[in-house]
Nanobody
């Protein structure tokens, strides 16, 4: 079992920055990959970014490439999502997720085994 707790969401204006955190606890040694997804009102959940647990490889959705950065702190078992130049269309609930076995593509939510509760990000225009 792995527990994931997101934090750092909030209400900001367009152009502002936020940093989301996802703290992992439990059997973290089984984690192979971490991902961030988001779900806007009335829309399906979509991939945002992912990182190998080793930290060596990162992956981004085209919609946020160049504005968001995913990283991890090995010592703290925490994954971050630095979000810059936020836009109103970035408004969503952001979820982190853990993948134990590389069972599929990094951008597919079905391959992730554990999910956090989500944190709300609201960007006003």
């Amino acid at each position: 079992q792995v527990q994931l707790v997101e934090s750092g969401g909030g209400l900001v204006q367009a152009g502002d920055s936020l940093r989301l955190s996802c703290a992992a606890s439990g059997r973290t040694f089984n984690i192979r990959r971490m991902g961030w997804f988001r779900q806007a009102p009335g829309k399906e959940r979509e991939f945002v970014a992912a990182i190998r647990w080793s930290g060596r490889f990162t992956y981004y959705a085209d919609s946020i490439k160049g504005r968001f950065t995913i990283s991890r702190d090995n010592a703290q078992n925490t994954v971050y999502l630095q979000m810059n130049s936020l836009k109103p269309e970035d408004t969503a609930v952001y979820y982190c997720a853990a993948d134990f076995d590389f069972s599929g593509s990094y951008d597919s939510e079905v391959v992730y085994d554990y999910w956090g509760q989500g944190t709300q990000v609201t960007v006003s225009s």
